[in-house]
């Protein structure tokens, strides 16, 4: 029996072709292993634990171990949690952002030098365990490892509050008080560190072009009144190109889009996606919808400017087709502008957006061509080419539920152009 499991695992190892990586076209988000995650939108009810929570897996395609840094972000993308984890050769993590939110848990995950007997990290037949010394004293992390005040602290910004500890605020405030918004990314580095991505001249040099990690994330909803389903995507797929000549990356305004290349591919700035509002099926669709903000962001004074320098940010083009083809333009209103009865379309880096409600659509079916383009030229890059990325999410007779990804059309090196219209 022990030779017949070694002789499947060779063939496993054949299979996954151990020290090679799966590569697609760069400038396209394909589902392959990757340098970079991104978890392009969250929500955590802190107030019932039968609320809703989103959990994601962080997952290593190669035998090698390798070290994940985790950044969570608010939906206004000023950094406000980071931490590593450490993955075996082959190795899955699962993170559920509810425990981490409410318990302060972080995933016990350690190197061979923090973890020589196997305990918090083991590997498997085929798998690598080495040491990253830099973990040392940093993992395995202790329960409850990010404290009250801290959590405090993070709850308030997650909810658009100000923050008890730094009397500041960093997010966008929402009328769901117990609902925590916002998204994570996960970057291959080469030791454990203390930095986010938005420090770039001081994170850049642990930052590592390893295309290994891939994942899925799930938005659960277990009560069985108001929830009882979920629904799940991969996540976000960023590969890394060092050889690429890349005028956009993934976080190109972080490093002026040129001095330390972080070679992360960028994301489209045009998608489109069908959508049910309504109908015989009792349909309901919102889009869940990243963006890039013209620049990097910090935390700001909650009356005083009590928004980020570029907020709202606008769009290029959102078209509303219904299923004969007949089209209507969707508008947002400039600010200041009292004839405009339309409401800020999709304002922050990580939202929500209900179809019906937020874009007005007067259609029951159809499909939505959103060009999430910025209007006005971003600084660093000298156009207005802003990446974005769309989840849709379907529900019908309070029962179904489903989600996907939006069809990408462009990316922010090749940029879709606007559709003329009368």
């Known amino acids: 029996m022990r030779i017949r499991k070694l002789c499947l695992g060779l063939v496993l190892a054949g299979l996954l072709g151990v020290g090679s990586q799966v590569f697609a076209l760069i400038g396209t988000i394909d589902d392959v292993p990757a340098a970079t995650l991104l978890l392009p939108y969250f929500e955590v009810d802190i107030a019932n634990k039968n609320g ?34 450490y993955l075996t050769g082959y190795d899955v993590q699962t993170i559920n952002l509810q425990d981490l939110f409410v318990n302060g848990n972080l995933p016990r995950t350690a190197s061979f030098g923090q973890d020589s007997f196997d305990t918090f990290s083991p590997k498997g037949l085929l798998s690598e365990d080495i040491d990253f010394p830099s973990c040392t004293n940093k993992l395995p992390y202790p329960p409850s490892a990010v404290s009250v005040l801290f959590r405090n602290h993070l709850q308030a910004w997650l909810q658009g509050n100000e923050s008890p500890a730094t009397h500041n605020c960093a997010g966008s405030k929402q009328p769901d008080t117990n609902i925590l918004r916002g998204y994570v990314t996960v970057d291959t580095v080469d030791a454990c560190n203390p930095f986010f991505p938005s420090d770039w001249a001081f994170y850049a040099p642990f930052v590592t072009h390893q295309n290994v990690l891939w994942g899925d994330y799930f938005y659960v909803y277990p009560d069985p009144v108001t929830g009882n389903h979920a629904q799940s995507e991969t996540l976000v797929h960023i590969e890394s190109c060092p050889t690429c000549f890349l005028p956009h990356t ?12 972080d070679s992360r591919e960028p994301l489209p700035t045009t998608l489109i996606a069908r959508f049910l509002n309504g109908g015989p099926f009792s349909g ?75 874009l007005m659509s007067p259609y029951d079916f159809g499909w939505i061509l959103l060009n999430l383009q910025q209007v006005e030229v971003i600084p660093i890059y000298g156009d207005d080419d802003a990446q974005a990325w769309v989840t849709v999410v379907i529900e019908a007779e309070g029962r179904f539920s489903v989600g996907h990804d939006a069809i990408q059309s462009d990316n922010a090196n090749r940029p879709f152009s606007t559709i003329p219209f009368p």
Request: aromatic fraction near 10%; charged fraction near 20%.
């Open 52 to 85: 809703v929570t989103t959990l994601f897996s962080i997952n290593n395609a190669a035998a090698t171990a390798v070290l994940a840094h985790v950044t969570v972000w608010t939906d206004q993308s000023v950094p406000a949690l980071n931490f590593d984890v």
């Open 284 to 358: 309901h669709t919102d889009f869940l919808v990243w963006r890039e903000a013209d620049e990097s962001d910090s935390a700001y004074n909650c009356n005083n400017p009590g928004q980020p320098t570029w907020y709202p940010l606008e769009a290029a083009q959102i078209l509303i087709f219904d299923e004969e083809e007949h089209p209507v333009v969707v508008e947002a209103c400039h600010i200041g502008d009292p004839t405009c009865e339309q409401e800020i379309l999709i304002p922050n880096e990580a939202n929500r957006i209900d179809i019906e409600a937020e």
């Open 250 to 261: 993934f976080y190109g305004r972080y490093k002026a889009a040129s001095a330390d290349k």
